[in-house]
């Protein structure tokens, strides 16, 4: 019996204006915990608009998002900004690093903000995920002193710094050269496997083959869903 | 809070330039306030002080504030009695000692018996208009700072000159008269009465100075016609400033009409109202403008950490949360402004206190005095925080309600 983490139903977020514009246009989906999916599609087709909105960092025009089975559509800003911070990490395709702080502080914000923890269990834990991504020997050094890809790691480590359910990135290995993307992709394939829920946009057909589901968005619908069962892969269209 | 602390100090650190420029503004603001309530309070409480040291704080005349009722009235009611003039002596305070120890008795402070008449003072041909005040010299040491205010002379030679006078300084001066002189003095009935200076005072109120005079109480009474006549009491209270609640008291006692120094001055003391509210006007200005440098820096920082805003409210910080973050930080720069600005305040103090200038209440060159109270740095420094907090928060709002989607569909 596999638990759901994240159901998103009959989602739609429309942008009003002088033209209105449908980025999300009704999507259903509903993930696994400890699944690892993969949104492709081409640009402009609404997957940054939909990751926003799993993420709870946008609101929806229409439909629903549960998380861990909550409905979040009537919660407050201040609300969601609390769920964001214990049940969501964020990972973008800039690293948006707080350039002040060093590797360690960037990744102790989220769990001092939530203030669940002493300050040296924040610190132990800090220097627990950093070492796990291999950046033990960085912790003290700025976002400036650090690689584009030893950035996106410490990124990934702040967004898993509160032991959320989900992770939510986009595009994380956009700006990084091949051996970065390997690396920064099997991380995030070790936390699903962990038990964490990964949701991830890519454009990179390798990586998205990589993940156990992968869905195609095209004009703000889902076009289609892959799935990797047991080796082989199941083709399922959907109109 | 303190992870908004660090990171408001990792944003005012990393700008030293432009947070000195926003502590000095603060500093500069407050340093001049502090200033220019110690010398407006100083100069204020000079004149005061020198007002109440001069003047007794209550006198009891002998007259009523209301015409008295008139016995026709109290029989009759229907009868009202209007324009009946006082004419001829002046009735006196009838039993003036037992009044004096029932007073004495209840009063925080003193009274003295005095007799006061207008009279002309004629010498060498000017002829000025002034107030003689008859006082017994061994009651009025406990009433009035005349002793300690004697330049030449001392109260008692009073009695050693035939019809002895103190006169004030400056009324010596246009007078032309010097200790043991002999003057002429005319009074209502044309009573003319040659005195001797027996002595002169400085009270440094101008107005004193140059049109009261002392007498023993017989000479003035000599003066007036009427012999044993006492139609002022005159009270120093140990709380000058409880002379108003007193007088009422001591006039609904006795039934004679009882003037505070506060009240025998008003006019004087309403003009300092006004001054007040003007000085408070552009003190308050001041500190407003002190802090448009910390607005400055508040919006420049505001505006440049946009994308750490839109990441730190992305994470789950609440948008209350990072707007503190500014806040803190002018209240950092105003704090340490308002430290400078204290010392500044106290250095401006002290600078002006060493310069010496005309006063033309009192017609003497006197150090400026300036009056020292925790309550001006308290108030200044406090007003000038509420205006840094005032100045971050508008832009902090402005920043930091900004969708963070905006910001990094922008940056990305
Ligand atoms: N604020 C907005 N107002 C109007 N249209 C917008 C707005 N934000 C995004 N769009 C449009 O919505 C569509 C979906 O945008 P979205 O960023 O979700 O695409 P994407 O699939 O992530 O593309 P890419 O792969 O290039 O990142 C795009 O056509 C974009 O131009
Ligand atoms: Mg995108």
């Known amino acids: 019996m596999t638990e759901v983490a994240l159901q998103a139903v009959e989602l739609v977020r429309r942008i009003e204006g002088v033209v209105s514009h449908t980025l999300v246009n009704g999507i259903d989906l509903a993930v696994n915990k400890g699944e690892f999916v993969a949104i492709t599609g081409p640009s402009g087709s609404g997957k940054s608009s939909l990751l926003y909105l799993l993420g709870l960092l946008d609101a929806p025009s229409e439909g629903e998002i549960m998380i861990c089975g909550q409905p979040t559509s009537k919660l407050s800003e201040t609300e969601r900004a609390d769920v964001r911070l214990t049940k969501c990490g964020f990972v973008f395709q800039f690293h948006f690093l707080l350039p002040e702080f060093t590797s360690l502080d960037n990744v102790l914000l989220p769990m001092r903000a939530a203030g669940r923890m002493t300050e040296g269990e924040m610190r132990e834990r800090g220097l627990a995920l950093l070492g796990s991504l291999g950046l033990g020997e960085h912790a003290n050094k700025r976002p400036n002193q650090l690689s584009g890809g030893q950035r996106q790691r410490v990124a990934i480590a702040r967004a898993l710094a509160n032991r959320p359910e989900i992770i939510v990135a986009d595009e994380p290995t956009g700006a990084l050269d091949t051996a970065s993307t390997e690396q920064v992709f099997s991380i995030l394939r070790d936390i699903a496997d962990q038990g964490q829920t990964v949701v991830v946009v890519t454009h990179d057909p390798a990586l998205a083959a990589r993940a156990d589901r992968r869905i195609h968005i095209v004009d703000g619908k889902i076009a289609e869903i892959t799935e990797r069962g047991g080796g082989e892969l199941v083709c399922e269209m959907v109109s | ?412």
Not at chain 2, 12 to 21: E, G, N
Not at chain 2, 82 to 104: C, F, Q, T, W
Not at chain 2, 143 to 150: D, N, P, Y
Not at chain 2, 380 to 403: E, M, Q, W
């Open chain 2, 1 to 412: 809070m303190k992870l908004l602390f660090n990171i408001a100090w990792t944003h005012v650190s990393a700008r030293v330039r432009q947070t000195l420029v926003g502590m000095a503004g603060v500093a500069m603001g407050v340093g001049f306030t502090i200033m220019m309530a110690g010398l407006m309070q100083g100069s204020q409480i000079d004149f005061l002080r020198q007002l109440v040291d001069t003047m007794p704080h209550i006198t009891v005349d002998d007259e009523r504030r209301s015409v008295p009722t008139q016995p026709a009235e109290q029989e009759y009611a229907a009868v009202q009695m209007a324009d009946i003039a006082n004419v001829g002596k002046r009735p006196g305070i009838k039993y003036p000692e037992s009044v004096m120890s029932s007073l004495r008795s209840w009063i925080p402070g003193d009274v003295a018996p005095s007799v006061t008449t207008s009279a002309i003072i004629d010498h060498g041909g000017a002829r000025i208009g002034i107030t003689l005040t008859g006082i017994d010299p061994r009651r009025e040491v406990q009433v009035s700072k005349l002793a300690a205010q004697m330049r030449e002379g001392k109260l008692d030679d009073l009695s050693r000159a035939p019809n002895g006078i103190i006169v004030g300084e400056a009324l010596a001066e246009k007078l032309g008269v010097k200790t043991g002189n002999t003057v002429l003095l005319v009074g209502g009935q044309d009573t003319r009465l040659n005195s001797t200076v027996a002595g002169l005072f400085r009270s440094g109120l101008k107005r004193v100075d140059e049109s009261q005079i002392y007498s023993l109480a017989g000479t003035a009474q000599l003066m007036m016609g009427q012999s044993g006549v006492v139609n002022q009491l005159r009270l120093r209270l140990n709380d000058p400033m409880s002379a108003q609640k007193v007088a009422a008291q001591v006039e609904a006692q006795t039934g004679y009409k009882s003037v505070s120094w506060q009240e025998a001055n008003a006019d004087l003391l309403s003009t300092f109202t006004v001054r007040d509210f003007i000085v408070l006007t552009v003190m308050g200005a001041m500190l407003l403008t002190s802090s448009f440098a910390t607005y400055n820096i508040i919006s420049t920082i505001t505006h440049e950490k946009r994308q750490d805003i839109a990441i730190m409210k992305s994470l789950g910080m609440r948008e209350y949360a990072v707007r503190r973050i500014f806040i803190i930080e002018s209240i950092i720069i105003g704090v340490v402004g308002i430290l400078f600005g204290w010392i500044l305040g106290y250095l401006l103090c002290y600078g002006w206190s060493k310069i010496t200038i005309f006063n033309p209440l009192t017609g003497t060159t006197v150090p400026l005095q300036i009056y020292y109270s925790a309550m001006h740095y308290v108030v200044a420094g406090g007003i000038s925080l509420l205006c840094c907090a005032g100045a971050a928060y508008f832009p902090a709002r402005k920043a930091t309600r900004v969708h963070p989607v905006d910001i990094i569909r922008g940056a990305s």
